[in-house]
């Protein structure tokens, strides 16, 4: 910054302010030109870089420009990434499905929770996790302190398998875009995988829950804590006690992040 120095060494502090203010908004102009957005401070949880004029199905800003003619960029909403979606047939997965299960909950939600795929109630009712499942990941959602209204709850295909079959990887490559462009728009602090396929998806990992689950991983900046499917704790019931051990991380994470939930916790 020394050329700064030299440039205002005989200005008056006003002269001087505009000055500085007139070099900022120029570097911010090139890095616009240069194809590049960055919030300052750089890229975290809730900021993030992407290249100008993305495709709007992968990104998760879009670029705006103020009263002022001043370019800028803002988190794509929900709303818009649906409309892009629009009734998607970009795998086989539209043949057979009744409903697109978007997902349900916070736009702006600090905490979201991510399955593999809607089943057949889910399916009907076009919201995810609604089932027997569903009930038993609301209970462990409202002991943590939360509610279905104030996380986000979703999959990493928007579409049911036949006879609930695990999704394959065109499937998956199709919707994912969609959720990567999800979680941008949230921007969570915490994102809780539910079984192998969303922690795989995420992580970009081949691995076994039992691996994953118990720790958190990194995904961009976000925080990721891999653990058993709700499905599979009804399968399972032994299992509930290592699933609540990982929620329990979860919490206490959010607490030292300063992020409290709108309820009280069960511990």
């Known amino acids: 910054m020394a050329y700064l120095a030299d440039s205002m060494s005989d200005m008056n502090p006003a002269d001087e302010l505009l000055e500085l ?8 102009a090139r890095h616009i030109a240069a194809g590049a957005w960055a919030a300052p401070g750089g890229a975290t949880a809730r900021s ?21 003619g001043d370019v800028g960029s803002r988190r794509r909403t929900l709303e818009q990434i649906r409309a892009d979606l629009g009734d998607c047939t970009r795998c086989k997965l539209s043949t057979t499905r009744k409903s697109i299960v978007f997902g349900v909950g916070d736009p702006n939600a600090p905490l979201m929770f991510v399955g593999e795929a809607p089943g057949e109630q889910e399916d009907k009712r ?10 038993l990941l609301d209970k462990m959602i409202e002991a943590m302190g939360w509610s279905r209204r104030s996380v986000f709850i979703n999959n990493i295909v928007l579409c049911r398998p036949p006879g609930n079959r695990n999704p394959q990887p065109d499937e998956v490559a199709a919707c994912k875009p969609f959720l990567d462009a999800r979680i941008g728009s949230i921007a ?17 990992r081949d691995a076994p829950i039992s691996v994953l689950r118990g720790k958190f991983h990194d995904r961009n900046g976000v925080r990721v804590m891999p653990t058993f499917h709700p499905a599979y704790l009804l399968r399972e019931p032994d299992k509930k006690r290592e699933a609540w051990a990982d929620l329990k991380l979860v919490m206490a994470e959010l607490q030292r992040l300063g992020i409290a939930p709108p309820g009280t916790p069960r511990g």
């Open 21 to 28: 203010t007139r070099q900022v908004r120029a570097q911010l």
């Open 48 to 68: 993030v870089i992407v290249p100008f004029d993305t495709p709007v199905g992968d990104a998760v800003v879009e670029n705006v420009v103020d009263e002022n």
């Open 126 to 135: 076009g919201e995810p996790f609604v089932g027997p499942a569903g009930e």
């Open 188 to 204: 969570p602090r915490i994102i809780v995988a539910l079984g192998r396929p969303a922690a795989n998806t995420l992580l970009g």
